[in-house]
């Protein structure tokens, strides 16, 4: 069975600080990753997407991640956060050959202060 | 184009009742999936349909239900609610067929049992 940990549930950082969401999966069969976000009373919005190919996947917002198949991690960072990044981060996994189920971790809120 | 729109917004219901969310996915979309997301459990898995077949059914017990029509609308229907079915419940829908593709969420449909 498929599982996601996010290790941090809680990330407090100062603006133009650099910030990482770490999330950890476990699978036995491969998977395809995912970040996304979810600002106040909003659903959730794609930021990147690991399906395959070069391990460092840029997505929207400034945010990229690393895919380590060794270590089965997949952690979002930011180089220079702001205010409004201030949201609910999830981290997800679907399983190859799989239909369009998504496996969620926990969530990471991140809080920017000015 | 517009984006997955879920109705209602807000739901208030009594335990005991039953209840019927719904769900239009972008056009053109056939997969729609349903999410709960509860403080303590997380974004769970509830069902994915395609083209009008339900491929994907979470660990939920039978009162949870849903179809999806012709025109790729879904609904989804909880019997018999029970304190913790108060939830946001989102729908997501994707062009792909197989997993690896981009979910488009909707707003979600927050409900309230007491």
């Known amino acids: 069975a498929q599982s996601v940990t996010q290790l941090d549930s809680q990330v407090p950082v100062f603006e133009e600080a650099p910030v990482e969401l770490r999330c950890n999966y476990s699978?036995?069969?491969?998977?395809?990753l995912f970040w996304y976000v979810q600002y106040p009373n909003q659903g959730l919005q794609l930021l990147l997407k690991y399906l395959s190919g070069s391990t460092l996947v840029k997505g929207i917002n400034g945010f990229e991640a690393e895919f380590n198949k060794s270590q089965t991690s997949f952690h979002l960072r930011k180089p220079s956060v702001h205010i409004s990044d201030t949201a609910e981060y999830f981290c997800?996994?679907?399983?190859?050959?799989?239909?369009?189920?998504?496996?969620f971790g926990a969530g990471t809120r991140l809080a920017v202060h000015p | 184009k517009a984006g997955v729109t879920q109705t209602p917004r807000y739901l208030i219901k009594t335990r005991g009742q039953q209840v019927t969310l719904s769900c239009s996915p972008i056009?053109?979309?056939?997969?729609v999936s349903w999410y709960q997301q509860t403080p303590g459990q997380g974004l769970q898995f509830l069902f994915e349909y395609f083209s009008e077949t339900q491929r994907n059914k979470g660990n939920f017990p039978g009162r949870f239900s849903g179809r999806q029509f012709s025109n790729s609308r879904s609904e989804m229907n909880v019997s018999t609610l029970e304190l913790g079915d108060s939830a946001l419940y989102l729908c997501a829908s994707s062009l792909q067929q197989g997993p690896g593709g981009e979910q488009y969420f909707g707003p979600g449909t927050r409900l309230t049992v007491t």
């Open positions: 056009s053109g979309h056939r997969s």
């Open positions: 997800a996994v679907s399983e190859y050959g799989g239909y369009n189920k998504l496996i």
């Open positions: 699978s036995s069969v491969s998977v395809y």
